[in-house]
């Protein structure tokens, strides 16, 4: 079973670019059966999906975030990337990033998700 | 586009079942066989335990199965156990120009 693992900073000031990685284990990001997502929970709200990643570089987003979301792919590393631009307090929320099997369309491996706090 | 709606929280003792609803519209859980649960414990990844509404993963007990009518999906635990007390949450895709997976709201299992 494959595993992913989230990291980057806990901590990002209003404005700034929030920038998490994903790093997969046990399996290859470069598969054809899979995209690979970032999904993210705000505390106390329900879950939001941000976006997935062919290991093309295709990509999907959710559009009430695309104007300031990218992901990156990185098939050299089996990482892949989330950047959050012009990040605001909205934006704090336990980041989670999966892999999703595309003749499914299921998240069907996840990471433990990362706590990323936007303030001053 | 709006999440699915959950109960925020079912309970039972052990033994029990308890079912657990995830509402959406016609243009996610009424529009496709695509519906996923998922069990959380805190502190720990989401586990996948139902895809395309009744089908469980390798592993996953037959006390979990999944259902669904019209716009409506659910979720039933037969036989509870202490084990099973987690957030449970459910997945759709969604044929909408925001975004093309939705989730529901969650739902706390408690075992009484």
């Known amino acids: 079973q494959p595993q992913l693992q989230e990291s980057g900073p806990g901590l990002v000031k209003p404005s700034e670019t929030l920038s998490l990685t994903c790093s997969v284990s046990g399996g290859s990001i470069s598969s054809s059966e899979y995209y690979w997502g970032w999904i993210r929970q705000p505390p106390g709200k329900g879950l939001e999906w941000i976006g997935n990643i062919f290991h093309s570089g295709s990509a999907h987003y959710n559009t009430s975030l695309k104007s300031r979301v990218t992901i990156s792919v990185d098939t050299s590393k089996n990482q892949f990337s989330l950047n959050l631009r012009s990040v605001t307090a909205a934006d704090t929320a336990v980041y989670h990033c999966?892999?999703?099997?595309?003749?499914?369309?299921?998240?069907?491996?996840w990471g433990h998700g990362t706590m990323v706090t936007v303030s001053s | 586009q709006s999440a699915l709606t959950q109960p925020a929280s079912v309970s039972g003792s052990p033994g029990q079942s308890v079912t657990i609803s995830c509402t959406g519209t016609s243009i996610d859980v009424g529009n496709y066989d695509l519906v996923s649960w998922y069990q959380q414990h805190p502190g720990k990844a989401p586990k996948l335990i139902i895809y395309e509404v009744t089908k469980r993963p390798s592993g996953i007990s037959d006390r979990f199965s999944g259902s669904k009518s019209g716009n409506t999906a659910s979720l039933t635990i037969s036989g509870l156990q202490a084990e099973d007390e987690a957030d449970y949450f459910c997945?759709?895709?969604?044929?909408?120009?925001?975004?093309?997976?939705?989730f529901g709201t969650g739902t706390r299992v408690t075992v009484l």
């Open positions: 999966a892999r999703l099997l595309r003749a499914t369309d299921v998240f069907d491996v």
């Open positions: 997945c759709s895709y969604a044929l909408s120009p925001t975004s093309i997976y939705v």
